[in-house]
């Protein structure tokens, strides 16, 4: 199993220009989600998913889109990439938990992406 | 939402003592509090995690007490070992604490 993969794993954009981040999981997990690290901030949610055709917002969404239309694949977009946006984001997924709270969470190898 | 702080930022012990994290969250609903580690350039793994039902768990030199009073876990680290180096954070719910960077000195 590849477990958690994203494409592309580095990226350099010019200000203003879209891009569009690929995260698939073959552990048949339910929930995936989209952070951003930054030094010295940890891990922020940008957004999430609890399940196909889901998304909800995470503690920074703007300036970011998502979809989930395959239950594999967890999508993240940028429409109009800013300086600010310059970061490593990590996918992440993990199976679904009811009322136990969240699951542990497996992550990707991480995407760079310097916005200039 | 939820807040989750973590103390040290950094943390420097000579190999063979002990490294303790505190973190402390905010939401009393909160009810899986996960430690994962990330060594340079990689990817956060999870090292060990507790539910709310139990008070502490150990898996070899690593455990976690909890505290749902006083709403704080902390990782201890028992007999660090060189590759004990790493950054760690804490969790609960969605919210990471900012991490630790902890250094094992030889």
């Known amino acids: 199993n590849a477990g958690v993969t994203q494409t592309p794993k580095f990226r350099v954009l010019k200000t203003g220009q879209s891009m569009t981040l690929l995260c698939a999981q073959d552990m048949n997990h339910e929930y995936m989600y989209w952070y951003r690290q930054d030094p010295g901030m940890g891990l922020r949610l940008i957004h999430y998913?609890?399940?196909?055709?889901?998304?909800a917002k995470g503690e920074v969404p703007d300036g970011y889109n998502v979809s989930r239309l395959k239950k594999q694949n967890f999508l993240l977009g940028l429409e109009s990439a800013a300086p600010s946006q310059t970061s490593v984001y990590f996918c992440?997924?993990?199976?679904?938990?009811?009322?136990?709270?969240?699951?542990?969470?497996?992550f990707g190898p991480g995407t760079r992406l310097t916005v200039l | 939402g939820e807040n989750v702080e973590q103390h040290p930022s950094t943390l420097s012990v000579q190999e063979g003592d002990s490294a303790v994290i505190k973190c402390t969250y905010s939401?009393?609903?909160?009810?899986?509090f996960p430690w994962y580690k990330q060594e340079l350039g990689k990817r956060p793994q999870l090292i060990i995690d507790i539910r709310s039902n139990v008070g502490e768990k150990k898996d070899q030199r690593i455990a976690v007490t909890l505290n749902k009073t006083a709403k704080h876990f902390s990782l201890h680290i028992t007999e660090t070992q060189p590759e004990d180096s790493a950054v760690y954070f804490c969790a609960a719910k969605l919210s990471f604490g900012a991490g630790t960077t902890v250094t094992v000195r030889a």
């Open positions: 998913s609890v399940g196909e055709g889901t998304t």
């Open positions: 939401d009393s609903a909160s009810n899986y």
């Open positions: 992440a997924s993990s199976g679904a938990s009811g009322r136990a709270g969240y699951n542990e969470q497996f």
